[in-house]
């Protein structure tokens, strides 16, 4: 059972790039999936989550500039960040929790983490 987060680098303030979340042994079907990132010298905090059915949730400080997406066919989730801006900075990681709602506790399955930085 494995989820990898990929898709991190260096981009420009203002700059997109998309997250991926690959599930490996396991199918993402019947898991919510949340977005978790940590800043340096910050806490972990989970940003966006997206249930089995599709239904999905944001913290404030991303609403708007990122979303989240399914692909149950590829067993992927992705996180498409727009706007990007240097406060975004942080090792990004996915996780999955059974379940019917959107969590940002209880999280049984745990990716290594991406890093994406902002900065001109």
């Known amino acids: 059972v494995r989820l990898q987060a990929s898709g991190g680098g260096l981009v420009q303030p203002e700059g997109s790039l998309r997250l991926s979340c690959a599930a490996s042994?396991?199918?993402?079907?019947?898991?919510?999936i949340v977005w978790f990132r940590q800043a340096p010298g910050k806490e972990r905090e989970g940003i966006s989550c997206?249930?089995?059915?599709?239904?999905?949730d944001y913290r404030e400080s991303v609403k708007g500039r990122f979303t989240i997406s399914r692909d149950n066919a590829k067993n992927t989730i992705y996180l498409q960040m727009n706007s990007l801006r240097p406060g975004d900075t942080a090792v990004y990681y996915c996780?999955?929790?059974?379940?019917?709602?959107?969590?940002?506790?209880?999280?049984?399955?745990w990716g290594k983490g991406t890093l994406v930085t902002v900065s001109s």
């Open positions: 996780a999955a929790r059974g379940g019917w709602g959107c969590y940002y506790n209880g999280m049984e399955y």
């Open positions: 042994g396991f199918s993402l079907n019947g898991y919510a």
């Open positions: 997206i249930s089995r059915r599709g239904t999905s």
